[in-house]
């Protein structure tokens, strides 16, 4: 089934200890995007990248890293969180054969610091 | 500042009815637009897309049209079904530039 999973689903953590959530996608698709969604604000776009070690900044990259080593994978790196940083995240993937925009979306990880 | 803006945040219609999402835009660069769909405790799967050469694309119950003198693009559900409940966001992209997505309008289809 073809699929972008994320994990965690749910994580609760503190001010400044380090986290990572995973996402991979099995459509070998070259694009990957990290959103995050707040009431309010829609969703916005953190980092993205259009091929394996090609990243760049979406509209709201302050407090975040990204890395994309493999194909598959676009881990999210918040190397100190903060509680601004409580939100519900979204990865998404798609092809760049066709119009890139159509992406498929994870089921999301809300995260939330305390 | 918000490119895209969907200025009602909820929408309720009865089932049969027919369904109408506004959205507008600021930006006149934008190229293409989307309609994204989500339920509770998903991400938001992709609907219907129009490009900005067309007024008008169909699929099925679902129409998106395209008014780019007003900058205001619209989805059609006809007819609306209970399990059309969700969170609609519209979205648009310039080019191969990143998507800028609407803040959402929460559609409820009652019986």
């Known amino acids: 089934e073809a699929q972008v999973t994320q994990n965690p689903r749910y994580l609760i953590t503190v001010t400044g200890k380090k986290l990572t959530v995973t996402c991979s996608q099995n459509?070998?698709?070259?694009?990957m995007s990290w959103y995050r969604q707040d009431p309010g604000l829609g969703l916005r776009q953190i980092y993205y990248?259009?091929?394996?070690?090609?990243?760049d900044k979406g509209d709201v990259p302050e407090g975040y890293k990204v890395s994309r080593k493999e194909k598959r994978n676009f881990p999210l790196i918040l190397e100190s969180p903060s509680p601004n940083q409580t939100s519900l995240y979204f990865c998404?993937?798609?092809?760049?054969?066709?119009?890139?925009?159509?992406?498929?979306f994870g089921p999301g990880t809300r995260l939330t610091v305390l | 500042d918000q490119q895209v803006k969907q200025n009602s945040p909820s929408l309720s219609v009865q089932e049969g009815r027919i369904s109408i999402l506004n959205c507008d835009y600021t930006?006149?660069?934008?190229?293409?637009f989307l309609w994204y769909k989500k339920y509770p405790a998903e991400g938001p799967t992709f609907l219907i897309s129009?490009?900005?050469?067309?007024d008008k694309n169909e699929d099925g119950r679902f129409t998106v049209f395209l008014n780019k003198s007003a900058k205001h693009l619209s989805l059609h559900i006809v007819p609306s079904q209970p399990g059309d409940s969700a969170v609609y966001f519209c979205?648009?992209?310039?080019?191969?530039?990143?998507?800028?997505f609407g803040t959402g309008t929460r559609l409820q289809v009652f019986p």
């Open positions: 129009i490009s900005s050469i067309k």
């Open positions: 990248s259009m091929n394996v070690e090609v990243t």
């Open positions: 459509m070998n698709h070259e694009y």
């Open positions: 979205a648009a992209s310039a080019g191969t530039d990143k998507l800028i």
């Open positions: 930006n006149s660069m934008f190229d293409y």
């Open positions: 998404a993937s798609s092809s760049l054969a066709g119009p890139y925009n159509e992406q498929f």
